[in-house]
Each structure stands twice: as C-alpha cells, then as structure tokens.
C-alpha cells in the first residue's frame, strides 16, 4: 500500500476543499471570517509558529462553517517545511481534501519539500480493516513554476515508500524469492535490467556467504541484480549493496524474543536499493547504477550453519563463523566481493541494518556512515543533510582490525574475545576486507530503518531511510 494521497496544483477560485491550511501570519484572504484574531487565537493555543504546530480553526464561509488550520513554518527551511507538511497532512486525515497555501517568498524549493513532507506523512500500510485513511488530495494554491521541483520530490517519496513497504511486509509472505519478484517487477516498470541468482547459480559461483546464511531456512537465498542504464551518462559506475535478510532469528546463535520482534525489517537495506533503482530515470540521474540485493532469511534448523563453520566467500576468502547472528556482513561480503571483480564500479556504497551497537552509540535519528574515502564520506553527508536522511561519520579504526583474526581461517566474523568492543566499527571492518580497496562507503542503517511512532515526516514501522539520501546523491533532485 503506496501513499494514497495525490497532489494538485490549483489556483485559488470558489471551488473549496474541506479544509484550507494557511502558515501562520500568512494571508487569510476575503471568505475568511476569524472569530478572533489571529495573534490572540495562537497566543490562546500557546502556539509559535514553529514546523509541526497546527491550530484548528472553524470559520464562517457564507452560512455554511468551514476549517481553516493555521500551521507553523519556523524558518521556512526545507526541513522546518518537510515537518510542516506533515503536521498538516497528519491533521487532515479522514478528509477528502485539504487546500494549501504558502507564503510567497518559499519559493519551488519550499513548495517541494512541503509536499515530501506530507506525503511521507500519508504513507500508510495497513492489512486488514483500515483505520483513518490518510487525506485523498493535497491541493497547492501555488506558483505553477514549482510543480517541476514538487513532482521530482513526490518521486522521490514514492520511492520512500515503496521501501517502507517492503519492509513492512510480513516475513510469512517476503522470503527471498518474493523479494526477488519484488525487484523485477520494479525492473519492469522502471526501465531497467534484472538478474536473479537461484540457489544453484550462487553454488556454481561460489557466493558461499548467502548459501551458508540461507542454508537454515526453508526459503531459498537469492542474489539479486538491478541495473540502470543513463540516457545521458556522465561516464561513472556505482554499485549499491543492499542487506536483504528477509526475517533474521539469529540462526542457532538464536536471539531472544525481544530482539526478533522486528527483524522482517532487516531488509531495509535492500529495500532501499530497490525503491532507489526504480526511480533513477523519473529523476534522470546520469550515473550508469547497478543494484546488488544479497537476500537470505536467516534460520535455525538441522540444516542451519553452525558456530564454528568455515565457509569460503565469493573470491575465495575463508571466513570462520563464530556467531550466525552475525549474517548480515556474511551475505554483503559476497556481494561486495562480487561487485569488486566483477562490475568494476568507480564507488561501491552499501547499505544494511547490520548492527545493534550503531543504535547504541548514535540513537534513531541518525545513521552511521563508515567510507574509505574522505570525499565519499563528505558527499554523502552533505545529500544527508539536505534530503533529511541525515549521517554521522564513523572512524574505521586499524587498531581494531586484529579482533576479526581467526585461527583457522582468513577473517573470523565477530570479535569472538569481545576484546575490542566498538562492534559497528569491528562489523564495518570486516565489510572493508571485500571491497578490494574501491571507493567505498557503509552505512549502518540499524538505528534509523524503523520507526517507533508517527513523528514528522516518518510513520511508525519502516522509515526508508537512506532512500531520498541516495537519490539526492546520485541526481540532486532537491538541490
Ligand atoms: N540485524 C541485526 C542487527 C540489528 C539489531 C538491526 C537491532 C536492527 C535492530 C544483525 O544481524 C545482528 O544480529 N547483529 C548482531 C551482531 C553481533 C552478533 C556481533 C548484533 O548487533 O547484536
Ligand atoms: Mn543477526
Ligand atoms: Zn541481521
């Protein structure tokens, strides 16, 4: 279930929606009767003007009564408008209709990032009986000089949200080959070329990483491929990883209850990949992408892989498996591996819900990015923060790199002593060890893949985080 919210640019006639929503101090123009003014209604509110804050009003409009909500726009930034929006669309849910109005000077920029955030807002993902459905129309009094930038954002949301729908979907329908059907269907509609790896194909390449790691289950690995092919290309190659465990128990290195409860998002990283592909060319961005999805549903089972197992990695590295809860990094080493001889691409950024400890050391609202690049990194930073999927750099520390020495094979896939600690850093080394010292970037989505309530811009369950930082990155669609 996609944003079931459409936007409209309308100009201002006698045709009304059921609600108008005009920013505080903006113009509210002739029909409008307040039944106090302005300033006293919001100090009677103890409102601000701040992004998020709306105040419902009921006003005359001939005899009839009609709402008006007065929202806060602070600063008018991108980002204090992308909340505003979606205080508003929030506040307009069960209706049909919501008029919009912006004050003058926001410009298309302003516009864009009102109607990203009210359509992120929007995203629902229901099954069964519905609650509230989100507001069917989103009407913008505007300037038609902004539709252009609005349209390229409304891409950019659907494309979010098609990753929150991926990951929200229920392990019991999304194994690996459903995830693969997912991506081809994307391939089909988006113009662009799909390979799925069977389980055979993985074992006749050697990708010993997502074999080992889906060896448990009942549902088959796959490898997935995507590839975008520029119109126009600016001669580069980048090659998105996305993590695509479909549901992670831990394997036998079992989790808890607790700990379970919401690892059908632990695809979010191949998700991302997937929504991103699919909206490349809406966006025209002119670097050649492939995407790489290594999905596995990580089980227990008289078949699993044991603590103690040796498997052999796509390329040929050995890698002794000390903790099956540590598969995320086991599936992206192929993958990365591959990507490394194979697709020959100027950068490789990977994206995976890969550990608990990023969410320890950076909280919810941020994600971690470790890169080999100091160039990549400040690229990434700066998409993050304009497009509101916002990083923190994290330092791959050399010192650390002992901790992933095993006795018997190459690498050892956890800190087995716990002597080094820092296990986002540990974790992001290993990856480092595939990328065949490309320009590389990983980004530990852990933290910021899920949502605990409807906040902002997100709603509570998968947020798609990394997707409008990606396309920002790879065609400055709100730049
Ligand atoms: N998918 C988990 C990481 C995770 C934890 C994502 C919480 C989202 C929320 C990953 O596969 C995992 O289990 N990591 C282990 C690594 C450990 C065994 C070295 C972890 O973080 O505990
Ligand atoms: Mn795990
Ligand atoms: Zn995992």
Request: net charge negative.
């Given at each position: ?177 459903w995830l693969a059907d997912r991506a081809v269907e994307v391939a089909g509609r988006s113009g662009l070329t799909a390979k799925v790896w069977s389980p055979g194909d993985l074992a006749a390449e050697g990708f010993g990483g997502i074999l080992a790691v889906g060896q448990g289950s ?262």
């Amino acid at each position: 279930m996609p944003i079931e919210t459409a936007l409209r640019f309308v100009q201002p006639s006698g045709q009304h929606a059921d609600l108008l929503a005009v920013p505080f101090g903006g113009d509210l123009t002739a029909d409008v009767e307040l039944p106090v003014p302005v300033p006293a209604l919001l100090a009677h509110h103890e409102a601000k003007g701040e992004p998020g804050e709306v105040v419902e009003v009921p006003v005359a409009h001939g005899d009839a009564v009609r709402r008006v909500l007065l929202y806060g726009i602070g600063d008018a930034t991108p980002r204090a408008l992308r909340k505003a929006g979606g205080a508003v669309a929030r506040r307009a849910r069960g209706r049909r209709s919501i008029d919009v109005t912006l004050p003058p000077g926001v410009g298309e920029q302003g516009w864009s990032a009102l109607a990203e955030g009210a359509l992120l807002a929007s995203y629902t993902m229901r099954i069964g009986a519905s609650r509230t459905k989100a507001v069917e129309e989103i009407r913008f009094l505007g300037p038609e000089e902004a539709r252009p930038a609005v349209e390229r954002a409304e891409v950019a949301a659907r494309a979010t949200a098609l990753a929150r729908d991926l990951s929200n979907t229920p392990s019991s329908e999304k194994n690996p080959a459903w995830l693969a059907d997912r991506a081809v269907e994307v391939a089909g509609r988006s113009g662009l070329t799909a390979k799925v790896w069977s389980p055979g194909d993985l074992a006749a390449e050697g990708f010993g990483g997502i074999l080992a790691v889906g060896q448990g289950s009942a549902s088959p690995p796959r490898l997935i491929q995507l590839a975008y092919e520029p119109e126009d290309p600016d001669g580069t190659h980048v090659v998105l990883v996305g993590k695509g465990i479909t549901f992670d128990s831990g394997g036998l290195s079992l989790k808890p209850t607790d700990g379970m409860k919401f690892m059908k998002t632990d695809m979010a990283g191949g998700a991302v990949v997937i929504a991103v592909l699919g909206a490349l060319r809406e966006l025209g961005a002119r670097a050649r992408v492939t995407g790489l999805v290594a999905a596995a549903e990580n089980m227990p089972s008289g078949t699993a892989q044991r603590p103690g197992d040796v498997i052999t990695h796509y390329g040929g590295r050995t890698v002794e498996v000390l903790n099956t809860d540590a598969e995320g990094r086991l599936v992206l080493a192929d993958a990365l591996a591959y990507a490394d001889d194979v697709l020959d691409p100027d950068t490789v950024v990977d994206l995976a819900t890969l550990t608990g400890a990023i969410s320890i050391a950076l909280g919810r609202d941020i994600g971690a990015v470790f890169s080999s690049s100091d160039d990549l990194a400040k690229e990434l930073l700066e998409a993050g923060r304009v497009s509101g999927d916002p990083l923190w750099r994290m330092p791959l520390i050399d010192d650390y790199r002992p901790a992933l020495d095993s006795q018997v094979a190459d690498l050892s896939n956890i800190d087995s002593e716990g002597k080094y600690g820092g296990g986002a850093i540990t974790a992001a080394l290993f990856l480092r060890e595939f990328t065949g010292g490309r320009r590389w970037a990983h980004l530990d989505i852990a933290g910021v893949s899920r949502s605990t309530a409807d906040d902002g811009v997100l709603t509570k369950g998968a947020t798609g985080f990394g997707t409008r930082l990606l396309l920002e990155w790879l065609s400055g669609y709100r730049s």
